[in-house]
């Protein structure tokens, strides 16, 4: 007797269809015609796609990702990659603060809705990277109750009006104690590419820097002192007054050193 009783016998099309869903799961995949998977038209452009993709990815995070601090810098970059970027503050005579804009305008800096850099101080914050020139060694400012050396204001000013607000390529050396990394950098003026160190030793406003180990030239250590030199004998900037008077950023910074241990509490 059926249950319930107004409920129809069973069609032959519904008997069919439980037996062809009690089908194995190996049945069906011995029955799946695989050669449309191995056909060419179909695996060569998975592999095209799938190896674009992963090229793309790879220039992304290469050349493309944006970094936004010193300490972000991983150590294989070192050496052998440069970062592009705007310079946004210029803090003493041989070093300042770096945007970093990987790609330039060709990646949409600049025009691009997200991809500009920002003018506000606040928004600044923990995004630029600390850059020391490498090689040079410019006047000290006054800090930490020392006095300012003789050209300081000037070498400072002249850095500002050289670089400030303009696009630099940066080569990256190493991230010193104070979390700068020291760079060899060039800027365009007049279409021309200019290693800024090495103009700042042409106008007599730094020094060739001098210490016992960790100094950093990038292979340009004598074109450095041979500009050194020139400045010296056209008795340009800190090198017009008497040799007498004239003391280096490093001594000055070693005799500062001496009289401040030499002093009780510190």
Do not use: C
């Not at 095209?48 to 936004?68: E, K, Q, S």
């Not at 003789?150 to 190493?174: D, F, G």
């Amino acid at each position: 007797m059926r249950w319930p009783p107004w409920s129809s016998e069973p069609t032959s099309n519904e008997g069919q269809d439980d037996k062809k869903r009690s089908v194995s799961w190996g049945d069906t995949l011995n029955a799946t015609n695989w050669s449309h998977y191995t056909d060419p038209r179909t695996v060569v452009p998975t592999i095209l796609l799938t190896t674009t993709t992963l090229v793309l990815v790879h220039v992304y995070r290469a050349y493309l990702r944006r970094i936004p601090d010193a300490a972000t810098i991983q150590p294989t970059f070192f050496r052998k990659r440069s970062l592009f970027g705007r310079v946004t503050s210029v803090g003493d005579g041989d070093n300042f603060r770096l945007f970093h804009t990987p790609g330039g305008r060709l990646s949409g800096w600049g025009w691009l809705p997200g991809r500009r850099v920002p003018e506000k101080r606040e928004d600044l914050k923990a995004r630029t990277i600390h850059v020391r020139l490498a090689g040079v060694d410019a006047p000290e400012l006054a800090h930490f109750g020392r006095p300012s050396q003789p050209y300081s204001t000037e070498a400072l000013e002249w850095l500002r009006t050289y670089i400030l607000h303009r696009q630099v390529r940066a080569y990256v050396y190493k991230r010193d104690q104070y979390d700068r990394v020291v760079s060899t950098v060039y800027v365009r003026r007049w279409l021309f590419r200019r290693d800024v160190g090495l103009q700042m030793l042409k106008q007599g406003l730094a020094t060739v820097y001098e210490a016992k180990s960790g100094a950093e030239f990038g292979k340009l250590e004598d074109r450095y002192r041979r500009a050194e030199w020139w400045a010296k004998r056209r008795r340009k900037g800190m090198w017009g007054g008497k040799k007498s008077d004239f003391e280096s950023p490093r001594d000055y910074k070693t005799r500062m050193g001496a009289a401040e241990e030499k002093v009780p509490g510190k």
